[in-house]
Nanobody, 120 residues
């Protein structure tokens, strides 16, 4: 059974950098042909894809967030981390991690999400 679990700071001040980590169990983030994704949902709004890191350590980012986003991984801990810099209150959202096969289709596993609030 593949499980994903997000962990984050809860509260971040404007202009700071947000770090959210996804810990994966039941599968290796370096095995298979998968994209490991970050998706967020601001309060009252729809889902927004933020970016992904592949099994081969390639990264892809949303064009609207690319200048502020970095995704990295720790293969020993089987984790991947989202770094979002210069945050504003508009970055307040529930941040989810999810797995997608490289053939596309639907995300097959999701974490429960973690709420990150940007506020002074």
């Amino acid at each position: 059974q593949v499980q994903l679990q997000e962990s984050g700071p809860g509260l971040v001040k404007p202009s700071q950098t947000l770090f959210v980590t996804c810990t994966v169990s039941g599968a290796s983030i370096t095995a298979g042909y998968y994209y490991w994704n970050w998706i967020r949902q601001p309060p009252g709004k729809g889902l927004e894809w933020v970016g992904s890191i592949t099994y081969s350590d390639r990264t892809y980012y949303s064009p609207s967030l690319k200048s502020r986003t970095s995704i990295s991984r720790d293969t020993i801990k089987n984790q991947f981390t989202l770094q979002l810099s210069s945050v504003t209150p508009e970055d307040t959202a529930v941040y989810y991690c999810a797995r997608l096969g490289v053939g596309g289709g639907q995300y097959d596993y999701w974490g429960e999400g973690t709420l990150v609030t940007v506020s002074s």
